[in-house]
T-cell receptor, first 110, second 115 residues
Framework: KNEVEQSPQNLTAQEGEFITINCSYS?????LHWLQQHPGGGIVSLFM???GKKKHGRLIATINIQEKHSSLHITASHPRDSAVYIC????????????FGKGTKLSVIP | GAGVSQSPSNKVTEKGKDVELRCDPI?????LYWYRQSLGQGLEFLIY????????KSGLPSDRFSAERTGGSVSTLTIQRTQQEDSAVYLC?????????????FGSGTRLTVV
């Protein structure tokens, strides 16, 4: 079993829809990252979370440490949001390695 | 530079040949990471450099893989006697320090195909 599981694997949405991508992990962590990988491979850091909730524009990320679960939400989705969204966890204190989920491929249709 | 630069962007090599992949991190970033992304798989940690400390090589899959970081800046990942299973996208990332709290900047990767 992977230490980081994402769902769904693939997601197709109509423009304007509210999107939720989920990430569950099985180990103790010090932080969780959400990354965005565009077609062509470039990866961008979206959020780093160790507790609570963060918001940036139309993107919202939440984490529940007790439940070992995080969600990434996109409000008013747009075709330019089409990308692979990757959840990565940083193991408990002292570690710098990231363990990655396999990603969720999002396609937003006009 | 403004971002993390990797070269070449694509490399096709014959099985058994050696390859060198280069990463030029953001100036001032002390932490540098190499990851591998195989088709249909998540990113896999390979090696981590932090300042002048000894690198963490625990993710290197075999002794055919090695990496250097010269002068705390540019890094080279070398794969000797390439095999078909080495085909993947090799991604480099850098961060201001090893804590990760400032986020990571990834390069666009080198797509390696071993034929």
């Amino acid at each position: 079993k992977n230490e980081v599981e994402q769902s769904p694997q693939n997601l197709t949405a109509q423009e304007g829809e509210f999107i939720t991508i989920n990430c569950s992990y099985s180990v103790g962590i010090s932080a969780l990252h959400w990354l965005q990988q565009h077609p062509g491979g470039g990866i961008v850091s979206l959020f780093m979370l160790s507790s609570g909730k963060k918001k940036h524009g139309r993107l919202i990320a939440t984490i529940n440490i007790q439940e070992k679960h995080s969600s990434l939400h996109i409000t008013a989705s747009h075709p330019r949001d089409s990308a692979v969204y990757i959840c990565a966890v940083r193991l408990e204190a002292g570690s710098y390695q990231l363990t990655f989920g396999k990603g969720t491929k999002l396609s937003v249709i006009p | 530079g403004a971002g993390v630069s990797q070269s070449p962007s694509n490399k096709v090599t014959e099985k058994g040949k050696d390859v060198e992949l280069r990463c030029d991190p953001i100036s001032g970033h002390t932490a540098l990471y190499w990851y591998r992304q195989s088709l249909g798989q998540g990113l896999e940690f390979l090696i981590y450099f932090q300042g002048n400390s000894a690198p963490d090589k625990s993710g290197l899959p075999s002794d055919r893989f090695s990496a250097e970081r010269t002068g705390g800046s540019v890094s080279t990942l070398t794969i000797q006697r390439t095999q078909q299973e080495d085909s993947a996208v090799y991604l480099c990332a850098s961060s201001l320090d090893g804590s990760g709290i400032y986020g990571y900047t990834f390069g666009s990767g080198t797509r390696l195909t071993v034929v």
